[in-house]
Structure formats: structure tokens, C-alpha cells
């Protein structure tokens, strides 16, 4: 069964502080890692998809990474209105026993306090 | 864009009633998904559709859940009757080809 298990459930960082979020997760076969942003009130926004260990991407202060075995979202010289939810999840392909469904894991709430 | 569009963007409801919510999916997109939201379960999968055809409703609660898509550009989530551990942000999303997925805004619903 895949499964994602996303660190730390919270983090408070001071405006201009790096740092980086957490996403283990396994699953049979990977077609792709996601990243969402959640504001409170609001449906999950998508930011990256991530499809191969080794490959990254970036937009603005964030950049997503992975391995084999998690993905990090790493966080640049943050400003309050990056606070939300950070979430992540995993696609597999069903012929290798994973499921093309999303499965979610439970989010980062990140405050950036100025 | 108009993007994912949800209706109605909250319900009350007392126990016993039937609730049904609106989904309205990204023009072009065939594959339709019904999330549900809460605190202690975070984001969980209901339902979805692939060109209008239900694909996997293994994450639908129970037989008071039913969910439907009679066309490509329209979909609704039923429950009856509700119950209080019903309340919960419920979501839809779409996408094409089942890449990224596109949310809606959500519907709150609380039942009484």
C-alpha cells in the first residue's frame, strides 16, 4: 500500500530563515511526487510534480527535490506569506502495484513569522 | 480559467437530510476526483472518474455516499441521509490524463 509521511507536522520559522520540509513515502513504482500549498479556507494549490530520483524544481523561494525514498521542499529566505500548508503526494502505476490515485500524507503547517 | 468550480460553498444540515454538492471540472479535463477533508484524517480519496466513468469508489464511507457524472463538465457527491461525522471540507478535483490534479474551493458541511 503506498503511504506518505510528511515532516515536521509544523514548523515556525523568522522571516528570512532556510529550511526544508520533509516527505517519505513508498510506493510500488513512481510515476510522480506532488506538491500542493493549502491556505486556510482554501482547496490544495499545485506547485511542482517531481517524476525521477535526482531531479528538482524551483519556483520563487521554494524547490522541490527527490530521491528514491522521500522529497524535500526547501524553503529560501522565507516571507510571511509563505505560511500554509505544505502538502505532498505520491502516484504509482498499477501495473508495477501501485495505484494511480493520489495519496495524500497529512501536511507541513509552516508559519513565517516577520 | 475559471478553474474547478464547487456549489454550495457551505451546508447546514440537520441529521437525517440529503446533502448533495456540485462540481463543475476544468474544461478539457477527463478525470474527476471527490476528496474529503478533515483534521484527524487529513485529505482522503471517495471517488473518481475517468471520462465520466466511475473508476474506484473503494474510499466511499458507506452506502449513504453516492456520486454521479452524467456528463463531462458536471458532477455531484450525494449523501443520505447525513450524519454529524459527515461534516467535513469536502473537495473536487480534475485533471487530465490523471496528472497533477486541479482542487476546487471545497464545500463546508456541518451537520446538526
Known amino acids: 500500500e503506498d503511504q506518505v509521511t510528511q515532516s515536521p507536522e509544523a514548523l515556525r520559522l523568522q522571516e528570512g530563515e532556510s529550511s526544508s520540509l520533509n516527505c517519505s513515502y513508498t510506493?510500488?513504482?513512481?510515476?510522480?511526487l506532488f506538491w500542493y500549498r493549502q491556505d486556510p479556507g482554501k482547496g490544495p494549490e499545485f506547485l511542482f510534480t517531481?517524476?525521477?530520483a535526482g531531479e528538482e524544481k524551483e519556483k520563487e523561494r521554494l524547490k522541490a527535490t527527490l530521491t528514491k525514498k522521500e522529497s524535500f521542499l526547501h524553503i529560501t529566505a522565507p516571507k510571511p506569506e509563505d505560511s500554509a500548508t505544505y502538502l505532498c503526494?505520491?502516484?504509482?502505476?498499477?501495473?508495477?502495484?501501485?495505484?494511480?490515485?493520489?495519496?495524500f500524507g497529512k501536511g507541513t503547517k509552516l508559519t513565517v513569522n516577520p | 480559467d475559471a478553474g474547478v468550480i464547487q456549489s454550495p460553498r457551505h451546508e447546514v444540515t440537520e441529521m437525517g437530510q440529503e446533502v448533495t454538492l456540485r462540481c463543475k471540472p476544468i474544461?478539457?479535463?477527463?478525470?474527476l476526483f471527490w476528496y474529503r477533508q478533515t483534521m484527524m484524517r487529513g485529505l482522503e480519496l471517495l471517488i473518481y472518474?475517468?471520462?465520466?466513468?466511475?473508476?474506484?469508489d473503494s474510499g466511499m464511507p458507506e452506502d449513504r455516499f453516492s456520486a454521479k457524472m452524467p456528463n463531462a463538465s458536471f458532477s455531484t457527491l450525494k449523501i443520505q441521509p447525513s450524519e454529524p461525522r459527515d461534516s467535513a471540507v469536502y473537495f473536487c478535483?480534475?485533471?487530465?490524463?490523471?496528472?497533477?490534479?486541479?482542487f476546487g474551493p471545497g464545500t463546508r458541511l456541518t451537520v446538526t
Open positions: 517531481l517524476y525521477s
Open positions: 503526494a505520491v502516484q504509482g502505476y498499477p501495473h508495477q502495484g501501485g495505484s494511480e490515485k493520489l495519496v
Open positions: 474544461s478539457g479535463h477527463n478525470s
Open positions: 472518474f475517468n471520462n465520466n466513468v466511475p473508476i474506484d
Open positions: 478535483a480534475s485533471t487530465l490524463n490523471l496528472y497533477e490534479q486541479y
Open positions: 510506493v510500488s513504482g513512481l510515476r510522480g
